[in-house]
């Protein structure tokens, strides 16, 4: 095996340096090859060696949320992962909700950087919630859910609301193991919003175009919320809804039930 | 975004493969960023030093390679590369793209003494 790049080896490979190791004439009319610290020698890279790692820097995350969706999968249960902008109204929009779906088996895991206000609001309702703070961090990630569902007695055919911290840029790229992600827009917010932070809804399944109640006073325009969303991402599926009234959450509701529809039976099927 | 964690991830990455190949020094990280990754250079310039410190790859070189950004086309239904996420189809001109990839981040390899 060639130790400089470790061709024959199998694992690393695909270096463009080629094979035209340099040596050098010794004195005594000997010929040295990589005579030097690494015991190797590449042209540009004297004294160095390559090691190919071709790994994704959230790999660990990423296993954390195998883990979590294995067994999300096991019971047949439906995570969601709620994303938006502080203040879009996640939270009620949860407690309202929860309310509606009355007796169903149901947990939610709270994320915030502080306080465990949010987690007090999910249990008034009856609810069983438990709050992550991050502390610093900007997301909830795979590692933390996990922790977060050992403390939840999930049961067959539950459905798992994740709160994520109100956040657009980062949330979009921790994969949590969760079914989809739900982003929450509020109609305050300003039509350009999806083109603004375009990862997030490009990553998301469902938009809840949120607070519709508020439309006729803030001079919004919901047709172009939803083509823009539709511009980031043209398979989106788009809810008007208002948690105030209740518009939409007939929608919101059926597509919940939808989603665990199709969860369930894969518990059947193994 | 969040390039202190990801240079966490890194870390991580750096110290396991320093172990495994018995290198006491990482001289040069090289990462892959696609494009649509979200990922801020600079950011990531910065962050790289401050979370490498005692660790193999402290003082190490970070190179960035960028990866292109491709979506579907739901106007034609062909798969293109792409600029940045508004852009039209290179092809058809449509305006209705999925992004498909770009949001890669990996750690492709190391230098080491």
Do not use: K, Q, W, Y
């Given at each position: 095996m060639c130790t400089v790049c470790g061709c024959g080896d199998g694992k690393i490979e695909g270096h463009?340096?080629?094979?035209?190791?340099?040596?050098?004439?010794?004195?005594?009319?000997?010929?040295?090859?990589?005579?030097?610290?690494?015991?190797?020698?590449?042209?540009g890279m004297s004294e160095a060696r390559l090691i190919e790692v071709e790994t994704d820097i959230l790999a660990k995350n990423d296993a954390y949320a195998a883990a979590n969706r294995a067994r999300l999968g096991g019971l047949g249960a439906l995570a969601v992962n709620l994303v938006s902008s502080p203040g879009s109204g996640k939270t009620t929009l949860l407690c309202r909700t929860i309310e509606a779906l009355g007796d169903r088996p149901l947990a939610v895991i709270e994320g915030d950087q502080q306080t465990t206000n949010d987690a007090d609001r999910i249990r008034a309702t009856g609810a069983a919630a438990i709050q992550v703070n991050t502390g610093k961090g900007c997301h909830l990630d795979g590692h933390m859910v996990g922790h977060a569902m050992d403390h939840l007695d999930l049961v067959p055919g539950a459905m798992l609301f994740i709160e994520n911290v109100g956040n657009l840029v980062c949330p979009a790229a921790f994969d949590l193991g969760e079914d989809a992600k739900v982003a929450i827009l509020s109609v305050t917010e300003g039509e350009d919003k999806p083109l603004k932070y375009p990862d997030m809804f490009t990553a998301a399944r469902v938009a809840i175009l949120n607070k519709v109640d508020l439309a006729p006073h803030c001079d919004v325009d919901l047709e172009l919320y939803e083509t823009n969303l539709r511009r980031v991402n043209p398979a989106i599926e788009i809810i008007r809804l208002s948690a105030r009234t209740g518009a939409g959450m007939a929608e919101w509701l059926a597509w919940l039930d939808t989603a665990l529809a199709v969860k369930s039976p894969q518990e059947a099927a193994e | 975004?969040?390039?202190?964690?990801?240079?966490?991830?890194?870390?991580?990455?750096?110290?396991?493969?320093a172990r495994t190949h018995s290198a006491e020094r990482v001289t040069r990280v090289r990462l892959e960023i696609g494009r649509f990754a979200g990922v801020e250079k600079t950011a990531m310039e910065f962050a790289f030093d401050v979370v490498m410190r005692g660790s193999p790859a402290e003082g190490a070189a970070l190179e960035m390679i960028d990866l292109p950004g491709t979506a579907t086309c739901f106007d034609c239904a062909k798969d293109v590369e792409i600029e940045d996420r508004f852009a039209p189809c290179p092809l058809c001109g449509g305006g209705k793209l999925m992004p498909k990839g770009g949001d890669e981040m990996r750690v492709k390899d190391l230098e080491v003494a």
């Open positions: 463009d340096h080629g094979h035209h190791h340099h040596h050098h004439h010794a004195p005594d009319g000997s010929i040295h090859f990589g005579d030097n610290a690494a015991g190797v020698s590449v042209p | 975004m969040h390039e202190m964690s990801l240079c966490e991830g890194i870390r991580e990455i750096v110290e396991t493969a």
